[in-house]
């Protein structure tokens, strides 16, 4: 392998040195100390801190994976991938009105950034933008959690993924920085339906558990200008693809966007659970998962097989 | 590999089909109106504010213009990437200790957030950014500007690129806003050389001028990997830029970065001069200018015509 | 009435005189243009805009009115004295652990200032610091209603002082900004009991509906420093009365408190109902009300009243 | 009216009473532990720490100290309300059209405030609005520092007050904090001179050196309605120096002001050389002066003793 060659278009790896190529970074990353478990709530502070997985999938439908890849975790923020997808559908440009699509700049939470903005979210992968695209969800859709679990379940090719209740529960009662940002959007008015169902719908999907073999299988249509590359079908357009990926690239990783972007080059979504997805245009997606974070909330262990799965192969967009 | 290849596989366009293309969105463009000169200084009130220009070049050698393609005017901010290129080489790694890379989410001239950050800018490209920049080029180089001269002057093959010098005197006198900046970070520390000396190199560098032509051809290693498609000279590392577009990806259109990568998606770089200059990986340049801006700095009709170039050729890297 | 003499300590009015100011102000007031009434919620926006009244008690145990000052209206944040008073009896001084005692320099709901405090509120005036208190009653007192009902009605001699219910239930379904500052500090662990019974108890408390005569009569005795002169009974420690004063100086006109004691000079509370209370230690009070209020939040009439009565009376304590 | 009246109708203290506890105060100071001189400066930071003075001068122009009462300190912002006396003198109320009169509820050099209000500093006591002063100064005095000496002298009755040269100097090189401020105001348009002139004029001013014998004297004016009660002569009119202390009770002692008035009750200012005058309205000035500083830039224990005088004496304007 080559990074001329890979940056130039060919496949660059047989399976086999795929594989080993993910298994030693997979080691690498196991022997990296430090980070914190999240520990705002005790349901996610009890998950074994070691565990580690790492999965690249292809549009050619190849999938590898090493470590405790079938393992499912709590996705909390990747979710909100799934969210967007769907308030984008149904509303179309209108969301944007509502939420805008640029970088904060600040905390994932802050909301300071929200009164200044005057109750509109600087994007939909903030908290505040989240909530916003929770509150288009249960205004718009009869079923919002069925909708989203529809939309998963198709994306993955698994039927049983499922909210984990305990995390859904335990959120529920510690989020309150999240209501406050809910209160404050609906005093601006920009919050439709009654806060506590939003707050529900919101805490519910973030509590969502799948393994990084179902995220990389879930998100590859976004490296494949919107077509799912298993099932062939198309899952969004073309240009909401590459929407999506832009606002993963500048907002899809907290407060160390810029400096993923530089030192990485790619769309990715990171989620306080340990999860990281990253998207390769035209390549594939990449799914890391440990649960020890780094002070931005981003998973420490994946955030090195991500690095180095995308440096090794030169995957950067940039 | 081609361009061709990487946007779905069909052949786009031949170079008349290209000069056709760009004379069409040329012509949409001068018809836009609305937008204002920027007015904060008389020196740059003072351009004729319907001139139209729009250059592309590709990495195969080719440059095709249309407009005032050879009409110099300020770059003002483009400016920035020849300033942090010399920096990044001088100090290498240790740059990023004094100015950081994440996106802002604020406008370019806040100085709420360089108080909250201690005096340490977000990144690069925002005003307190350059101006940390321009102390390091003050204090590292014998004689900065003269290097920014050299560098400029090899990047676009021309031997007669100068500063504007009422440009340059009319921005020391009303720059009180960067005065204000760079006061700021003397107190935390974070400039080295008289505060002076500094702001002249920014407003001196900000003061340069160019045309569309030249932006064009001084940026296509960006697109390049780092080495000039027309010398065939490597200008920076291929890592260096990656790291360059990406940073621009992320924070290089003010406060509008993000609203440019979700509707055109590549990296590029605005000045209130009325200039854009866009990056696109692998396949070439991008140069636009109309004097007229709107609200947020960027000129009106050059994002018009960058977001219909990338937009029609499928120029989007996510 | 000379200046100099009253500021010299004796009697300047004799009662007569005293009427004949008051009226004479209050038709000065009754000519002022302007203002708008309270509009966040429909039971206070629907109060008859032109109403006004004055009242002046002073320690001797006279009282003088003119206008409607029989006439009860929201006494909204004014209520904050008596939730202060109780919370200072019930924990002492560990409550300052809790809330600070500066003023703010932000609007009075700021949820900026809150945020940048970890859940501090700068001071029991504003409304986090307010809900705060609330916090401390609903948490401290068995019925922490029926524990500022016994209060107020003792203060002012009445015993069929009562909230309105209809403003209670309107406060309870718009507070969407009050609820957010409630979850914010409940985020910092700044809130013990129930955010919602904290809310309920903070809005009843506001929707309590007195006169001017009743509320002169209320604030007697931190003009006498701490003793009630019309019952003769302590009410709080000279010490107390003195520190509500001082907070009332520095933080009890909303944004405006600064110029309230530059131009007026004695501590005084206004709310958004119309009515204004000020407080002249060692003479007495003044309760003015009208129901519209300048941007500030402060009645215009009621400004008007207070400070011609403070400044024809000498009443400065500067 | 004697103070004695005021404060509850017994007569509290003889003259020798008076020394005795001072002498008593000034004892239990110096045994206060702990803070730190100011050390920004060299000029400054070499002060002898364990200096300690206090004076009390009465309306009956009596004056008593105890410890280095004729030692002469840097006053610093002490020094603002001299300032902010000429200004006032010269442009009367349009003065506040360019500076607010409101707490600031941040840190007394905040330039965060001061982008927020779009460059009208929140009072004339935080640096921003002492520096907008010396603008006043600057533009409307053919010679702003006689004018500030003129003045200092006739108020301490000693024609030998003088800056201290190697402070000033020591400030104009260290004070970017302040020059960006200045800067920024500029920016907006609120600084009319040239800033680096405003900026001689405001670190001269700071530079001044008096003791606390010389302060007590000279603020005896503001505690006697404009009157010096030592030349009998009227300073300033009644009406504005009800105002001076009324900033100096919201704004005087940076962000420990509330806390001031809320325990001491009386309008003050402090200087980080050490020095705080604390005005009685209608009884006299309490000046005291120690170097070392607690966190807010206050005299520890300057502010011990001046709480104690006011405390043990029953000052407390409230």
Not at 57 to 63: M, P, R, V
Not at 188 to 203: C, R, S
Not at 263 to 268: E, I, N, Q, R, S
Request: hydrophobic share 40%; charged share 20%; glycine share 8%.
């Amino acid at each position: 392998m080559t990074h001329d060659v890979m940056s130039g278009g060919q496949p660059i790896q047989q399976p086999d040195d795929t594989r080993a190529l993910l298994e030693t970074i997979y080691q690498q990353a196991r022997a990296i100390e430090g980070g914190e478990v999240a520990s705002y709530i005790p349901a996610l502070a009890e998950v074994a801190p070691e565990q580690c997985a790492l999965t690249l999938a292809t549009l050619d439908g190849q999938s590898v994976s090493v470590g405790d890849a079938a393992q499912r975790f709590s996705i909390q923020s990747i979710s909100k991938i799934f969210g967007l997808m769907l308030a984008m559908e149904r509303v179309g440009e209108s969301l944007w009105e509502r939420v805008q699509m640029e970088p904060s700049g600040q905390p994932f939470n802050s909301i300071v950034q929200l009164e200044w903005e005057k109750g509109i979210p600087r994007n939909p992968m903030i908290n505040a933008g989240a909530i916003l695209v929770a509150d288009v969800l249960v205004s718009r859709y009869s079923a919002s959690k069925n909708a989203v679990l529809s939309l998963v379940r198709q994306l993955c090719g698994a039927d049983d993924v499922f909210a984990d209740g305990r995390v859904h529960q335990s959120e529920m009662a510690h989020g309150h920085r999240n209501a406050a940002l809910a209160h404050l959007m609906k005093s601006f008015g920009n919050i439709e339906a009654d806060v506590d169902e939003v707050l529900d719908h919101y805490f519910w999907q973030c509590a969502l558990t799948m393994s990084t073999q179902q995220l990389a299988r879930s998100f590859a249509f976004l490296a494949n200008r919107g077509v799912c590359p298993f099932s062939q079908k198309r899952i969004v357009a073309r240009r909401d693809a590459q929407r999506i990926n832009a606002i993963l690239s500048t907002s899809g990783m907290y407060d160390q966007s810029g400096e993923f972007a530089f030192t990485v080059g790619v769309p990715a979504k990171s989620g306080v659970g340990g999860g990281i997805v990253a998207v390769v245009p035209d390549y594939g997606v990449i799914a890391a998962w440990s649960p020890k974070l780094n002070h931005y909330g981003n998973s420490q262990r994946g955030l090195y097989m991500i690095r180095e799965v995308a440096t090794r192969l030169g995957l950067s967009v940039y």
